[in-house]
């Protein structure tokens, strides 16, 4: 171990959350240790806003809750103790242990371990030298105490840390089989700070990447969103390609990668990407809705003109089809929720309705809460594809909102008759007339 004294390193109390720092000095007054640890610590000595801070003890769950009455106790596969004032959670998790100790005891507070060596339950505690190796990259494994302010590094952490490496401790391959989203957070992290991933950290990635398949699609949506959603999602994009993670998470679109990566497809998902980490940079809202119905967008159409061919459908039918099969397929790998999954359709329709502008439709169009997104969807085939025709839609629809209400009159007017073709209807059969009283 290796202890850095407050005059040697950058964290500064007032840089602490006040909440965090309450946790920490009542730990320390009712006689346990406790270290602010993790990437709250890693942020701080990067010079970083920390996005939340994590805390670690030798207080058990349940002695954390007898310390604190606004603290509830969650998880299963690791029992964890959320401190809650307001919006703010302090997580406050005990040292934790090496599970192979009581590997085969029944006990609640005991480790499972599936055949495939993913942990299922890991409720060993231990000291603090067992809780610094049991986490997952050196640079994660940093201890901040308020008892002497030191720094304390049990990994190699720092030096890591100084040198822009992402390095797992342990054997890299027992780690990802115990739990395989580690190699998601290695990119993740990779991307996120700008390190590069140590050799002996990488090398088991892409020949263990289905290992994902066993993760609870729920849990690996979560995941997709920190990685593609936090303002560096293309830097993400190309290492999960590059560790041959992004098949796992996103099957339909792996499909249809090519050589050389420039079909409308990956320009689209490039572009959309870099947007979202402009937007977020620049403090700027972002809806996951918008993303994925931007990346599914060509695997939609292709099996929408797909199913139009060999089943007859009109275009329109075999389009709605498409859009269960699409989503679907994909909610096996990221189960996407409902209210998610209700946008991209929304999305994905009113690509079929921006052509019809004639009449009050343009107007009707603009109200849809979606049109927005919508349009930016067109905007961006129009960039990818170069058809003059979506080109034009794309310039019309733009200068029809920056309109004055004259002005779009007479955009209307010059549009002329709806050319637009009709979705085939059958005709309504009218209800039988009733025989008059008599």
Known sequence: MT????????????DISENALKVLYRLNKSGFEAYLVGGGVRDLLLGKKPKDFDITTNATPEQVRKLFRNCRLVGRRFRLAHVMFGPEIIEVATFRGHHEQQQESTDKNSSQQAQNGMLLRDNIFGS????????????????????DFALRDYTGGLRDLQEGIIRLIGDPETRYREDPVRM?????????????????????????????HEIPPARLFEESLKMLQAGYGYQTYLRLCQYQLFQPLFPL?????????????????VQVLKNTDHRLQNDMRVNPAFLFAVM????????????????GLAYYDAFALAMNDVLDEECRSLAIPKRITTLVRDIWLLQLRLSRRQGKRA????????????YDLLALRAEVEGHRELQQLTQWWGEFQEATPLQQKTMLTTLGDDTAP??????RKRAPRKAPMP
Not at 129 to 147: C, H, M, P
Not at 296 to 302: A, T
Request: aromatic letters at 8%; a positive charge.
């Open 296 to 311: 599914l967008w060509y695997p939609l159409i292709e099996h929408a003109q797909q199913l139009a061919q060999e089943s």
């Open 253 to 269: 679109i792996a499909r249809g990668f090519t050589e050389n990566g420039d079909n409308p497809m990956e320009r689209i998902l």
């Open 3 to 14: 202890v850095i004294p407050r005059d040697q390193h950058n964290i500064s109390r007032k």
């Open 422 to 427: 009709r979705r085939n209807r059958r005709p």
């Open 128 to 147: 603090i030298e067992d809780d610094a190796q049991r986490r997952d990259f050196t640079i994660n494994s940093l201890y901040y105490g308020v008892s």
């Open 184 to 212: 998601l957070r290695a990119v993740r992290f990779a991307a996120k700070l700008n390190m590069e991933i140590s050799p002996e950290t990488a090398e088991p990635i892409p020949r263990l990447a289905n290992l994902l």
């Open 363 to 374: 107007h009707k169009l603009m109200e849809h809460p979606k049109f927005r997104a919508a």
